[in-house]
């Protein structure tokens, strides 16, 4: 069963929300602007002795705030004057999952690692990069990576069936804390699917998709979403024409251009014709003739 997330949704705070609060207190400021959703959207509230009174009358204490400002590296559910780090562990793949905090919507923490490029951009920019290397959607669209789910909920803005696949369902329980995937869970158009791409894509319809947007873990942590095979099931799913957007990450860095090279080959020997890299995009792309 998919997680849902919490309603009424509480206060998920960082770093990023509380020290200009922080700051504003020590100039002696009566009121401020304040996010309690990291950053989505903005409510005006009074900063008192004991705290910051929200507008439904709750007193968040500066101590507790004081304590989100100290760990930057995470993000906080505040429920009942308590705070819960948004970190969950996966047995079954013995990985850590971490919301990180950013200035604009938080990334994923796989055991440390970060799931979308933050440096010098944001994951909703990085987000919007690949939407606008994959698009423009002309129907169905098949997004082999869930995560936190930006993908899919950026591709259900322009096209009425997104299908969404995530491996282990420990990230949902992540993304449901999340309230910038809230629409993950709530936009009808968005349908999700729990596995392995690599088992999930083989029992999709055949040529179903007019966009496929295949954004995996690097090989180290996905070999088999790199293979021949796998692109093969992406080119069988996808319509006449149809158009393949491949996240590989940094072309400029050594890794990057060997897995550039060796992605580019196994497009083509799948089937894949028109297979160009786009490394403003951070990608290839590829057609199915």
Known sequence: MLPTPPDPFPPVLSHFQVKP???ARRTGEPRARFSLDLGRSFVEVDLEPQGVRLPDGELLAWELLERIAGEENACFLVQEGELEKIQRFSPAFNRVYTLYPTPGPPTLLISGIPMHRIKGTDPGKDTRTKIRAAGPFTGPVLDTSTGLGYTAIEAARQTDEVITIELDPVVLEVAALNPWSLKLFRNPHIHQRIGDSADVVPELPAEHFTQAIHDPPMFSLAGQLYSTAFYRELWRVLRHRGKLYHYIGNP???????????????LQEAGFVRVRPVPRDFGVIAFKP
């Open 252 to 266: 400029a860095s050594k890794s990057g251009k060997n897995v550039t090279r060796g992605v580019m080959r196994r």
């Open 21 to 23: 609060l922080l700051a």
